[in-house]
């Protein structure tokens, strides 16, 4: 407890104003990059695993994130709407979804591997919807927001493109943040005392009176919309979105093996996941170029393959585990 409570109020305190000077003092724009990425990622990451650190395994959230930029790029394209008021139909949207999946799935029992499948056939539906009306959406070609031009800056936060990557870099900053309080309070209500009851035993759950219904639809509303707004600020920062490469099913994947890779039950797990992976990502792609395309995955199978057998509970929580083992059998023998 001193150990946690000593890296909360120093080391963590330093690498918080670490990060935020990050992109002033960065020695290129392209490291900028890299932290928008990971800090997006990252905020995706940590609200996927609001669900499945407690059973639910979603295979779809890439489709909560295509439904908000795909709502913002059409909406803003096609009827000139802001895009902010694109991200709140957008998140409408997906919290309809996410309630008819926890309406649908949990009150029918269907849970464990049973309710990752529906997911993700769910998250290809999405995806197929996208393809078939390729008019407005553009199909598998993808779609562009129309560019605003060089405005003013009240023109740019009006249509939600910034120039300046450190607007982006903040924006995501502050989203991860809020990622992280929101498990905070997660932790600390009532909720999750309900939510580890129902994934240890849901029957025995039910027989005390917890409304698992209730409990379980309620967090996967909160992570999709959550996940909606992630999905928002990455299309308009990258201007582009793909059905396939964006939406798919290989998205919700790849966001599923960061929280694995990091330790989806940590706080910190997703983090530490999409550091280690995007990292990994951009270094094949800046070292090999095209000669490597794709194998990152292949490297995403064998590094996951490896941790689910030696260390099932992640890098940081099985790292964290061993290490409180070791202190306590330091305190046991002395």
Same mark, same amino acid.
């Given at each position: ?17 670490? +990060?935020?000077? &990050? ?5 290129? %724009? @392209? ?11 990252? @905020?995706?990451?940590?609200?996927? /695993? ?6 639910? +395994? ?42 008819? $999946? ?8 269907? $849970?464990?591997? @049973? ?57 995501? &900053?502050?989203?991860?943040?809020? /990622? ?6 997660? !932790? ?11 994934? !240890? !035993? ?8 917890? *409304?698992? +219904? ?6 996967? +509303? ?7 707004? #992630? ?11 793909? *059905? ?6 290989? %998205? ?22 999409? $550091? ?17 395309? #794709? ?9 996951? $393959? ?29």
């Amino acid at each position: 407890m001193r150990q946690r409570m000593k890296f909360e109020t120093t080391l963590l305190p330093l690498i918080l104003i670490g +990060v935020i000077l &990050f992109p002033i003092f960065a020695p290129s %724009p @392209y490291l900028v990059h890299i932290g928008i990425l990971i800090l997006i990622w990252s @905020y995706v990451v940590t609200v996927w /695993a609001y669900m499945a650190r407690f059973g639910m +395994v979603s295979l779809c959230h890439a489709a909560f994130m295509g439904i908000g930029f795909y709502s913002t790029f059409l909406l803003f394209n096609y009827f000139k709407l802001c895009p902010w008021i694109g991200m709140g139909i957008g998140v409408v949207l997906s919290g309809i979804l996410a309630l008819a $999946i926890g309406q649908s799935c949990f009150r029918f029992g269907v $849970i464990g591997h @049973y309710f990752a499948v529906s997911t993700l056939v769910i998250g290809e539906l999405i995806t197929l919807i996208i393809i078939a009306f390729r008019g407005p959406t553009g199909g598998r070609l993808g779609l562009t927001v129309n560019p605003v031009g060089s405005p003013s800056f009240l023109r740019q936060l009006y249509s939600f493109q910034f120039e300046s990557k450190l607007v982006y870099y903040y924006i995501a &900053f502050i989203l991860f943040l809020l /990622a992280l309080y929101v498990w905070k309070k997660i !932790d600390q209500s009532k909720i999750r005392i309900a939510l580890k009851a129902i994934g !240890d !035993d849901e029957v025995a759950a039910a027989s005390v009176g917890i *409304p698992i +219904v209730r409990f379980k639809t309620s967090v996967t +509303v909160l992570s999709a919309t959550m996940a909606t707004i #992630g999905g928002v600020l990455y299309g308009q920062y990258l201007t582009y979105v793909n *059905p396939v490469s964006m939406v798919g099913v290989m %998205p919700s994947l790849q966001i599923c093996f960061k929280a694995i890779l990091g330790g989806m039950f940590t706080l910190w797990g997703p983090t530490i996941g999409t $550091i280690l992976t995007v990292s990994l990502e951009e270094y094949i792609r800046i070292s090999y170029g095209t000669a490597f395309i #794709g194998y990152s995955h292949i490297f995403y199978a064998i590094i996951i $393959i490896i941790l689910i057998i030696f260390l099932p509970q992640g890098l940081h929580g099985s790292l964290s585990e061993t290490f409180h083992k070791m202190k306590r059998r330091a305190v046991l023998a002395s």
